[in-house]
């Protein structure tokens, strides 16, 4: 009996600690299988972190990337749109250039460019000027006020010559440079200024050609008004451009005037004649005024010219026209006719005052000259007369007068004329 109960001892004693046994395996692999899954959730964790982490930096990198885009959109757009302002004020100074040209091109005549010039530059938006303005012209060693724009009578009287280097025109055309005033009554070289005249700024311009100084023009703008350098050197060149066009309109006028008129004499010739005459009598015709025509001839101009030689005939041509200049009005027209003849038209004057002027003049000549002339006297006839035939009838009487005697005035017969006649 009690080797049984030892034997079922012994067998449950066995029995517990195969169960001990089996419970520590048992636990060992619930702490494997815990240790495995706490690894398992570790690197789940991480994983998740990784991707959150990846996530938050592609997110960073993307916002990075768009704002990065728009920045360069942005600063793309801000360069065009300076790209785009450029031109247009490249463009705006292009059409600036443009139009000056076309005015310069538009007329050759001097008083035209200048006024085309001053409209065009006091009205364009691009320049801060007001519609006032003048241009001066050299003239030996002063400026001479030549056209302006939008000056009071008395800017315009008392400004009217400037020395070189007195005020700020003066002063430009003596450095040749551009000159700007902010404020007419804080420039001490602003002196030449009425004192009524409202505060103003100013940029002076000098006008050149080939570096010569040809004038300066003179634009207001208001006070304390700030010029650019872009508009400076702009203004320059359009200055360089004003001074060859009025150089060319100079020589123009030179050239015209030159063909206009006798190189010995200085009078107008016969091509300036018949250009004025129908003018003349026109006006005369329109106004329903009197007009009279001269005609005068050096008597023996050819002998004295065969005896004395060509030079003292050419000097007693000039001392007779210097006669006919100074005796005659200003009013009145002078020609060299050809040869020793010489052809005056005297608008508003009537028989008896032609034939009164036509006297003088032969009184002048033989008095300050070694000759003598014959003149002929013909006033305009209304219902019968064109520019031919009242130069034919003052020619008739001039040979009428050579043929009395010379040294006398003849005055052509016709209705309403005064016949006369004069001997010495």
Known sequence: MRQLEDS???????????VDGAIDDLLVTVGDLMNETKNEVAAIQRNAMISFVAAAVLAILLLLLNIRRALEKQRAEEMISRHNAELERKNAK????????????????LDQL??????????????????????????????????????????????????????????????????????SLDDCRHFQCPPETPPHGHVVIPLKAADMMIGVLTLYMPPKMECDEGVVKMLSSIGNQIGVAISNARLYEETKSDSLHDALTGLANRRFMELQLKKIIDTAVRYDRPLAAMMVDIDHFKNYNDTRG???????????????????????????????????ILPETDPAMAHAVAERVRRGVEGETEVTISLGVASYLK?????????????????????????RVEVAGGKGDVLACLSI
């Open 94 to 109: 292009l059409g600036i250039l443009y139009d000056i040209s076309k005015i310069i091109g538009q007329t050759i005549d």
């Open 310 to 344: 060509h030079a003292e005939g050419d000097r007693v041509l000039a001392e007779v026209a210097g006669v006919l200049a100074n005796v005659i009005r200003n009013t009145d027209y002078v020609f060299r006719y050809g040869g020793e003849e010489f052809l005056a």
């Open 114 to 183: 200048l006024a085309g010039v001053l409209r065009a530059l006091t009205q364009i938006p691009l320049f801060p000027f007001e519609v006032k303005g003048a241009i001066f012209l050299v003239e030996g060693e002063c400026l001479s006020m030549a056209s302006f724009i939008g000056l009071s009578e008395t800017v315009a009287r008392e400004c009217k010559k400037i020395g070189i280097g007195e005020c700020l025109c003066g002063h430009t055309a003596a450095e040749g440079v551009i000159l700007i005033s902010k404020n």
């Open 8 to 18: 079922a001892k012994k067998e449950i004693y066995t029995a517990s600690e195969k």
């Open 383 to 407: 219902a019968a007369d064109n520019k031919e035939s009242l130069i034919r009838r003052a020619d008739e009487a001039l040979y009428l007068a050579k043929r009395n005697g010379r040294n």
